[in-house]
């Protein structure tokens, strides 16, 4: 029973993760337009873009670290999970990089949310950065659960 249960931790975790940077993501662009998202003219994200990814990246991790941390109710766990952020972001990191080497069209003034998720293009750095900075949020969204369930002497 403890290994369904930390699967599932692990599963809810992500789906938490997956759920709020979708809503905050989306949150961002609609607040931003595509003109606050990308540079003119091209498919390149703008700091403030990046600086908002980061930000919800950073907290929705933290929300599933503490999702996971509640239903594991242990350390190894969400540790764990953090782990297979990681090495599954840094694996995602190298194709998305390497589909970069396109040329792509001049961006048009106005373009859906699909379209921009489909032709953005993300900074290297941030794309091999992202996956350590969620594991370390997960980490962290743990650490707030688990630290709460400790004993003080």
Sequence with gaps: MTVVRNVLAIIIGYVA???TV???LSSAYFALGSEGVFQPGVYELT??????AVAVNIISAVIGGIVCALIARGKSTTLIFAAIVLILGIAVA???????DTELPARPDDITMSEAMMEG???TW???S???VVAIGIVLGASLINNRNTPQA
């Design 17 to 19: 993760i997956a759920l």
């Design 47 to 52: 700091t403030t873009w990046v600086v908002a």
């Design 94 to 100: 190298f194709p998305t990089i390497a589909s970069y």
């Design 121 to 123: 293009r993300q900074p």
């Design 130 to 132: 992202n996956p350590f």
């Design 126 to 128: 941030f794309a091999f």
């Design 22 to 24: 979708a809503i905050g």
